[in-house]
């Protein structure tokens, strides 16, 4: 079974530009979960979707959104680039729940570096 | 609001040598705890998974411990290699609904291991 993929893998962009980066969880994994980690803050917790809705959302400015689609992939966008958005974007799908296990056991992509210059 | 701290910042071992990770988080409330390892410029690999409910979790050379009431975790590696060199992170989940999925790490574990 395929693992959780994300694109693209490196990016390099400009103050004030925008971005759009993607992540296709593992098959049957309809909760997609978005993590930023830098030297400075560590991981930490940007937004959950699950079946196309956001489920939770982390301490970061309206300029961060995602969403998802029916299919499960998800995408984020970081609007107004700044310098302090470069980062390893990490994407986690959630294991499906079974009865009697309920896990939430998360399985993280890759990530995508992104650089602003 | 939880927060998880892991000691020490980093570790240099020889080859060959037993070691303890240390993870210890503030709200004993949590549903679970994952330990990861995270090579340079890499994703996070999981490598233990233990339920609030369990003591320990056994993978091959990685045992992890909970000890929810006090609001620890050790991650033991057994028989170190260099190829266990990596940043070695916990993260606790929560028992609340809206953030069950959502994990609170630790700044990780440095570790190297040496030939």
């Known amino acids: 079974k395929a693992g959780v993929t994300q694109t693209p893998r490196y990016l390099i962009k400009t103050r004030g530009q925008q971005v759009t980066l993607s992540c296709s969880p593992i098959?049957?994994?309809?909760?997609v979960s978005w993590y930023q980690q830098t030297p400075g803050q560590g991981l930490q917790f940007l937004f959950e979707?699950?079946?196309?809705?956001?489920?939770n959302k982390g301490n970061f400015p309206g300029r961060f959104s995602g969403r998802q689609f029916s299919n499960s992939r998800s995408e984020m966008n970081v609007s107004t680039l700044e310098l302090g958005d470069s980062a390893l974007y990490l994407c986690a799908s959630s294991s499906p729940a079974r009865p009697g296990l309920v896990t939430y056991e998360q399985y993280f992509g890759p990530g995508t570096r992104l650089t602003v210059t | 609001k939880q927060e998880v701290t892991q000691i020490p910042a980093a570790l240099s071992v020889p080859e060959g040598e037993n070691l303890v990770l240390n993870c210890s988080f503030t709200?004993?409330?949590?549903?679970?705890l994952q330990w990861f390892r995270q090579d340079p410029g890499k994703g996070l690999t999981s490598l233990l998974l233990i339920q609030s409910s369990q003591r320990e979790q056994t993978s091959g050379r990685l045992n992890a411990s909970l000890d929810k009431s006090s609001g620890r975790s050790t991650l033991y590696i057994a028989a170190s290699q260099p190829g266990d060199s990596a940043t070695y992170l916990c993260a606790v989940r929560r028992i609340s609904s809206g953030s069950a999925r959502q994990l609170t790490f630790g700044s990780g574990t440095q570790l190297t291991v040496l030939p």
């Open positions: 098959s049957g994994h309809r909760s």
């Open positions: 979707y699950f079946s196309e809705t956001q489920r």
């Open positions: 709200d004993s409330a949590i549903y679970n």
